[in-house]
C-alpha cells in the first residue's frame, strides 16, 4: 500500500472473507493502513477486532495455526503499542502485562520501541521489567563469533515497520 490509501481502502472492500482467519488478515491490512495514514486509534479498532485462532492440540502439526497464533500475539503487542503511543498507557502496560505472562520475550524491543519512552520511567514500567525473567533467545559461541558479527542482529517485528538492532 503506497500513498494511495483511497485506492487501497477501496481494494480491501471487494474481497470477501470466507472465514475468520481471512477476517484477521484484512483487519491486519486496515490496522496498517491507518497507521500508516496517522489514524492510530482506527487501527487499533481494527486490531482489536482480530480474533485469536482456534487452539490446536499437543501432537497436533499445524503450521498454519501455528502461525495465526503467532500474528495474533504480535497483533497484541501491536495494540499495546498503539496505547501506548495515544495516551492510554494505563491500558498498554496492562496488556505488556498479559503478554509478558503469555511468553512475550521481546526486551530488546520493549527497551527500544519509541512507543514505550513515556511509560520506561513510572514505576509500574520498572516492577514489571523487573520482576519478568525474560530468556536468552540466543547461543554465544566460539564458531559464530569467528564467522559471523553475531553482535549486531537485526529484528523485523510485524506492523512496526521498524528494524531492531541489537548490541
Not at 31 to 53: E, H, R, S, V, W
Not at 89 to 117: C, H, M, R
Amino acid at each position: 500500500m503506497s500513498r494511495n490509501y483511497t485506492s487501497a481502502g477501496a481494494l480491501l472492500k471487494t474481497f470477501s472473507s470466507e472465514d475468520q482467519a481471512e477476517k484477521n488478515i484484512i483487519s491486519r491490512l486496515y490496522a496498517k493502513q491507518y497507521m500508516l495514514m496517522g489514524q492510530p486509534k482506527k487501527a487499533l479498532a481494527y486490531l482489536t477486532n482480530i480474533t485469536a485462532p482456534a487452539p490446536f492440540g499437543e501432537f497436533e502439526y499445524a503450521p498454519e495455526k501455528e502461525l495465526q497464533a503467532r500474528q495474533y500475539f504480535m497483533d497484541s503487542y501491536t495494540g499495546a503499542r498503539i496505547k501506548a503511543l495515544t495516551g492510554e498507557n494505563a491500558k498498554a502496560l496492562n496488556e505488556l502485562k498479559i503478554l509478558l505472562s503469555s511468553g512475550f520475550n521481546y526486551q530488546y524491543v520493549l527497551n527500544t520501541d519509541p512507543a514505550w519512552d513515556p511509560v520506561r520511567k513510572t514505576k509500574k514500567w520498572i516492577v514489571m521489567m523487573n520482576s519478568h525473567e525474560f530468556t536468552k533467545t540466543y547461543v554465544e559461541s566460539e564458531s559464530s563469533n569467528a564467522s559471523t558479527n553475531y553482535n549486531t542482529v537485526l529484528y523485523r517485528i510485524p506492523m512496526l515497520n521498524k528494524r531492531f538492532t541489537y548490541n
